[in-house]
């Protein structure tokens, strides 16, 4: 049955992860259990990972707890009786933080459209952990600062360039939503960010 998910069972389960060092599954079942259809948690494990072979791993491990994927996800664990999202949210941002700085460590560096959109995002102060921004806003404040009407597919592109960064933890492509531990990984992305000067001339 889908109700019969206990929370130390879920938090059993990222420790698991935690001590492989697999960051990929643990992103997989997160996503997962934030109730997102599994297309998109595909496209997202790809735009980071370049593959989705954690998504059948992290299925295959929720079922082993008691989870049935088949059915829906708004359920209260049967030991502390809490949303299960809440229960995997705990653990996630207790563990995977920390794994996370470490692997932006390793990636090179964005396109220059990407890192000015990154720009906006971290030293504007657009980018709110828990947040989302329409695509749409976003274009607008990009071509106020920086004067370059991007078309909408061309922005969308940079949007999910930047989910490889996770400062972007997923988009459906007309929104974009900012992750809850965007603070402390915010640190090891400002050497991904474009160096912008902004002049003021007088009139």
Wanted: net charge neutral; with cysteine.
């Amino acid at each position: 049955m889908s109700g019969v998910v206990k929370a130390v069972d879920v938090e059993r389960l990222f420790k698991g992860y935690r001590d492989e060092g697999d960051l990929a599954k643990a992103e997989a079942a997160y996503l997962l259990l934030r109730r997102l259809n599994r297309s998109l948690v595909a496209d997202t494990l790809y735009a980071r990972y370049g593959s989705v072979r954690a998504l059948d791993t992290a299925m295959r491990d929720l079922e082993s707890i008691g989870l049935d994927l088949s059915k829906g996800l708004y359920i209260k664990t049967e030991d502390t009786n809490e949303d299960l999202y809440a229960a995997a949210e705990r653990p996630f941002l207790d563990l995977f933080p920390p794994l996370i700085a470490e692997a932006l460590k390793g990636r090179g560096r964005p396109s220059l459209n990407a890192s000015k959109l990154l720009y906006l995002l971290l030293e504007r102060g657009l980018a709110k952990p828990g947040f989302s921004h329409e695509n749409s806003r976003l274009r607008e404040y990009y071509k106020i600062l920086y004067g370059e009407d991007l078309d909408e597919q061309a922005f969308r592109s940079l949007v999910k360039e930047l989910e490889a960064y996770w400062v972007v933890e997923f988009t459906d492509g007309y929104r974009c939503f900012y992750p809850q531990y965007l603070g402390s990984i915010t640190p090891y992305l400002r050497s991904h960010v474009a160096k912008v000067k902004v002049c003021v001339e007088p009139p």
